[in-house]
């Protein structure tokens, strides 16, 4: 995006500048670990990526990090986390870091990423699925054996091929909108509803139930093969995964 750059984490300075960031955007506490810039630093020896955005006073706006994984003796690149500080959202700067992040994958010889979030946050799930065009291929239940504002630490954990064309268009939204966590099939897709944002869920004071619902659903159908292909709002209350075969 004009005005904004991207480049590796090449200092201390730019490290710890980080860590601040990151607890920022997250409102952690006091008393909570983060990470340190030692790892970033190792990271960026090791084959993985730490990756800041800059504005054009060169102040640290955002970042990246991330390492490599193996499945089945297979590399991917697993993007841990990205953080975005609140003034700079909006401008595109997540989409060019994961653009950086994947320039640094490919040159170390890695053609796929993957990442995991919250599939209650619909706003995250359209950046991953719609506007870089990742699948989410993997369901994990309370992946960090932890609490969040929504319950369980429930992930979605999406697949991103470095080499693969753009996605082929996904069909019109369905008019027929169902409850938070239901699924109605239509043809050869099917459309399941969670909320368009996490203050109107909160609002409602059923956040514990529709992480429920909306778990036993995507452990139903991704486990089954199927594929979160888009999420995209329905209306001012609710937002729709797109689910299908990839």
Not at 17 to 45: I, M, Q
Not at 209 to 225: F, Q
């Amino acid at each position: 995006m004009p005005g904004i750059t991207t480049r590796p984490l090449a200092t201390t300075a730019e490290r710890l500048a980080a860590v601040r960031l990151y607890r920022e955007v997250f409102g952690l506490p006091g008393d909570d670990p983060a990470f340190t810039p030692k790892l970033l630093s190792a990271l960026r020896h090791t084959g993985g990526s730490a990756v800041g955005a800059f504005d054009e006073d060169d102040r640290l706006v955002g970042f990246t990090y991330g390492f490599v994984g193996l499945d089945d003796g297979t590399p991917y690149h697993y993007s841990q986390t990205a953080a975005v500080a609140p003034a700079a959202q909006g401008r595109g700067v997540g989409r060019q870091l994961k653009r950086a992040q994947a320039e640094v994958a490919r040159r170390a010889g890695v053609r796929t990423m993957r990442w995991a979030y919250d599939p209650l946050q619909a706003r995250n799930a359209h950046f991953n699925l719609d506007v870089l065009g990742a699948v989410g291929r993997w369901f994990h239940r309370d992946l960090y054996d932890m609490e969040d504002h929504n319950g369980r630490t429930d992930r979605v954990v999406v697949e991103w091929d470095l080499d693969e064309p753009p996605p082929a268009a996904v069909p019109p939204l369905s008019r027929d909108v169902p409850d938070w966590g239901g699924c109605r099939p239509d043809g050869d897709v099917c459309w399941l509803a969670v909320p368009a944002s996490g203050d109107e869920l909160r609002r409602t004071g059923r956040a514990l139930e529709v992480r429920d619902r909306v778990a036993d659903e995507l452990t139903r159908l991704l486990g089954s093969g199927r594929v979160l292909l888009s999420c995209r709002r329905a209306d001012d209350r609710t937002a729709l995964y797109c689910v299908g075969a990839r």
